[in-house]
């Protein structure tokens, strides 16, 4: 756990790559460890510039089938929360690489700010909240919690959970303009690398007048299944409950099999 005012994960000017990846498969085991669990706790802001944060599970031998737990990684900022790069706890590689992460149940991603004006949290083009599962893995599925106490969230890069949860929970406006995915349907791909149950993503927002939640014509909100794969079924909720507020919705929204409130 660290602790500081600011806090900047940037290889060219701050702290490197942090690694809190299980150990790998070795001589008296054929599958990878557990991830770790990496949390970062700041008075003021805490920028993931290009540096990426894993915490996902060791590298399995080939064919050895799914292993470890994803792990855990945790941002609470008392400031905004900037991302350009690459969060990971748990992983989907192909089963016959050698050394490839397959992990047996989804990670954990906790963003968190406490930011009271303006973008408190922002997810860059390019960047990439994951907590990948296969099909086979035994669970339990992963969640990535995004939370603000009054500024706004701004989505512009790829937030995944196959088969998990994945909530954004704001006080201020939520903009998704990327891609927010808790499954895939790809019938061509091996049953390993399919979703076998849809996931739920949640968009909430309390703001009190105007555009609460903005989900953009660039923007997919994808619980995705294949046709062969009876569920459970994706859900997506959209949620502006105040009365006065609004959501603008002209992105893609697909919960095979399941439901969109």
């Known amino acids: 756990t660290l602790h500081a005012n600011i806090l900047r994960f940037d290889a060219s000017n701050g702290i490197g790559e942090v690694n809190f990846d299980g150990a790998d498969a070795g001589s008296l085991s054929s599958g990878g460890g557990d991830g770790g669990i990496f949390v970062a706790n700041t008075a003021s802001h805490i920028v993931v510039g290009h540096s990426n944060i894993f ?12 292993s470890g737990a994803g792990g855990q ?27 490839g992460r397959v992990s047996a149940s989804g990670g954990a991603i906790t963003v968190h700010s406490a930011s009271t004006t303006g973008p408190a949290i922002t997810l860059a083009n390019g960047s990439q909240l994951l907590s990948l599962l296969s099909a086979a893995a035994p669970g339990p599925r992963g969640i990535i919690n995004i939370t603000t106490d009054s500024g706004d969230i701004i989505a512009n890069g790829q937030i995944e959970a196959d088969g998990g ?4 929970t704001a006080a201020g406006e939520i903009t998704a303009t990327s891609t927010i995915r808790t499954s895939n349907s790809n019938s061509k791909a091996p049953p390993t690398t399919r979703s076998a149950s849809g996931g739920q993503i949640h968009l909430t927002r309390r703001k009190v007048s105007g555009v609460a939640i903005n989900v953009s014509n660039t ?10 794969e009876h ?7 959209i949620i502006a409950p105040v009365a006065g507020s609004t959501a603008h919705l002209t992105g893609h929204i697909q919960p095979d099999h399941g439901t969109h409130d």
């Open 231 to 237: 569920g459970p079924g994706g859900k997506i909720t």
């Open 55 to 66: 915490a996902t599970t060791g590298g399995n031998q080939s064919n050895s089938g799914p």
């Open 165 to 168: 949860t994945i909530n954004l």
């Open 73 to 99: 990684v945790t941002l609470n900022a008392g400031g905004n929360i900037y991302l350009q790069s690459t969060i990971q706890v748990s992983s989907n590689d192909p089963l016959d690489l050698l050394l």
């Open 219 to 228: 923007a997919q909100l994808l619980a995705l299944l294949d046709e062969a």
